[in-house]
């Protein structure tokens, strides 16, 4: 046999061969495309921050969720996904195919987390509630609320009533600061929207008044309903110069010697907050009033009352003479 022949058929062999390589490189590669990564639930992967393409395939291999990290980086690499990959948590599912899991963290839909601040909550409840929550990052834990608002670009400000209630949902490794940086702006806007809005004639110098209003009427009541009727009579009660006398304020004023009973000898010693001692609203706010307290406060409701008693059952007693409300306090109260 002629080498030249020889050399014909071992290159033909080795060009056969190499195609059926190729060809099974290209059948196994579609097939990896084709097929549903290795999951049976829901598992969170996370992509820590300047993780290349090859990183993220090597760790998915390691963790069980694909077979061969290779073809996931021919693919990244193929369809121009190895530049734009983002960070965060990745909830992955069954059934995803591996483009699904790369146009997943491609677009940075990363896991969301809630926490909800209550309405009614004090700024130092929020903080707890923030500091407690492990997918925040903690920024805030050894600062003053002074040293917070400074922090938030408004230091001369009472943090008091700052913040609107509701749910936020955020990814993980959010920090605090950001949190409240949201709820501080949301609830700007809120106010500024209902102060907008507001009847006239009310006694309130600004929008802050307002909202102090808005928090003494959130701790006042936890009827939805009663808010409007709440913010009458307070408004009624400051048009005729008579003090407010709600006893929200009071335990606001006396702090940590609060031990959940309130006497009367705490409603005659004075404390800025003390509205039984002292005409006006509080110095500031009391609590986080929620969007609802804020619109009742700015659209009171009409009417003549001037007094209210708690029932019992959350709800209030509203009466327009003082006789009228004695006769209340005796039977809601007294029981007599």
């Excluded at 909550?121 to 492990?134: C, E, G, P, V």
């Excluded at 002292?278 to 009352?305: D, K, V, W, Y």
Aim: charged content about 20%; proline content about 5%; overall charge negative.
């Amino acid at each position: 046999m002629k080498l030249s022949s020889l050399l014909f058929r071992i290159v033909a062999v080795a060009l056969i061969v190499i195609c059926l390589a190729v060809g099974w490189f290209v059948s196994e590669l579609f097939s990896f495309k084709r097929n549903p990564i290795n999951l049976t639930e829901e598992q969170i992967f996370t992509v820590e921050p300047g993780s290349s393409l090859g990183n993220i395939a090597h760790q998915l291999q390691a963790d069980g969720v694909i077979g061969h990290s290779q073809y996931l980086i021919i693919l990244g690499r193929w369809y121009g996904q190895a530049s734009q990959l983002k960070a965060g948590e990745f909830l992955l599912e069954p059934g995803m195919k591996p483009l699904q899991l790369l146009d997943k963290i491609v677009s940075g839909e990363v896991v969301q987390y809630s926490l909800t601040v209550v309405e009614g909550w004090t700024f130092k409840q929020m903080l707890q509630a923030l500091f407690a929550n492990d997918k925040l990052q903690h920024t805030l834990k050894d600062l003053t609320p002074e040293q917070i608002m400074a922090k938030l670009g408004r230091p001369d400000e009472h943090p008091e009533g700052r913040f609107l209630p509701e749910t936020y949902h955020f990814p993980a490794g959010l920090s605090d600061l950001d949190f409240l940086k949201r709820a501080y702006t949301a609830m700007e806007k809120i106010l500024q929207q209902e102060w907008d809005q507001r009847e006239q004639g009310l006694p309130y110098n600004d929008a802050y008044e307002a909202l102090i209003m808005a928090s003494i009427i959130e701790k006042e009541t936890a009827v939805p309903a009663e808010r409007s009727e709440i913010a009458g009579v307070f408004v009624r009660r400051l048009q005729k110069k008579m003090r407010l006398q709600t006893d929200p304020t009071v335990i606001y004023g006396m702090g940590e010697n609060y031990d959940g009973n309130i006497r009367r000898k705490d409603l005659r010693r004075d404390t800025p907050y003390n509205t039984y001692t002292r005409h006006g609203l509080t110095p500031t706010p009391i609590a986080l009033p929620s969007a609802e307290a804020i619109h009742a406060a700015l659209h009171p409701a009409e009417g003549n009352s001037l007094y209210f008693v708690a029932k019992g059952d959350g709800s209030h007693y509203f009466s327009s003479t003082l006789e009228e409300h004695i006769n209340a306090v005796r039977k809601y109260q007294l029981n007599r």
